[in-house]
Structure formats: C-alpha cells, structure tokens
C-alpha cells in the first residue's frame, strides 16, 4: 500500500558529493519519522540519519558535518545530501518510513522500506 523510491547513488570520487532522494506513495495519510540507513559488504544495516515530520534530525557520528537530511511533506520525499564522500561511505543506502496509511476509512500503520540505492566511493 506504500512505497518507497529511491535515487540518486552512484560511482563518485572521495571528496565528491551525491544526492540522494526518496519518494513515499500510496494511500497514505500522514508520515511521521524518515530516515537513511545503509548496509556496507559483510557489515550489518546502521542508522545513517533520521527527520521527524517537524524537521528535528539525528545523524550518526561518522556523518555528522559531512551529511544533510531534509524532507518535502509537500512531496512525501526525504533527502540525504552527502559532501566529503569518503571510501567508507560505501554502501547500499536504505528509505524508512513510519507511515499511517488509510484505506475505507480505516487506519494503519506501516514501516516500509525501499529498494535501496548503491553508492560507492572511490579512493
């Protein structure tokens, strides 16, 4: 009933930057937090940053000073601007989203995630 849309990643240069966006569509009613996670080879899914639906961000350490989240509540879309791009950064970036969904009049809530999208930084 919901979806998560990715784009953006791609090859970049350390030091270089790339955007990322996420579209939610579907029967939704509101969106709460949206968030970027990513999953490097080998490793485990880690929080890269989140939003609240009134703009109050969380990133983690590795990022912080180099990654920027936004969003459009106008668009359902949430960014991810990502400056200083370092080898590390590697990875398949993941959408979430906490979102309330109508259908005939009844409510329900949702944690979809998206496709993800491959960035990869090379040295």
């Known amino acids: 009933q919901v979806q998560l849309v990715e784009s953006g990643g791609g090859l970049v240069q350390a030091g270089g930057s790339l955007r990322l966006s996420c579209a939610a569509s579907?029967?939704?009613?509101?969106?709460?937090?949206m968030g970027w996670y990513r999953q490097a080879p080998g490793k485990q899914r880690e929080l890269v940053a989140t939003?609240?639906?009134?703009?109050?961000?969380n990133y983690a350490d590795s990022v912080k000073g180099r990654f920027t989240i936004s969003r459009d509540n106008a668009k359902n879309t949430v960014y991810l601007q990502m400056n200083s791009l370092k080898p590390e950064d590697t990875a398949v970036y993941y959408c979430?989203?906490?979102?309330?969904?109508?259908?005939?009049?009844?409510?329900?809530?949702?944690?979809?995630w998206g496709q993800g999208t491959l960035v990869t930084v090379s040295s």
């Open positions: 579907g029967s939704i009613f509101s969106i709460n937090a």
């Open positions: 979430h989203a906490e979102v309330l969904v109508t259908t005939t009049g009844s409510y329900r809530y949702l944690e979809p």
């Open positions: 939003i609240s639906s009134v703009g109050s961000t």
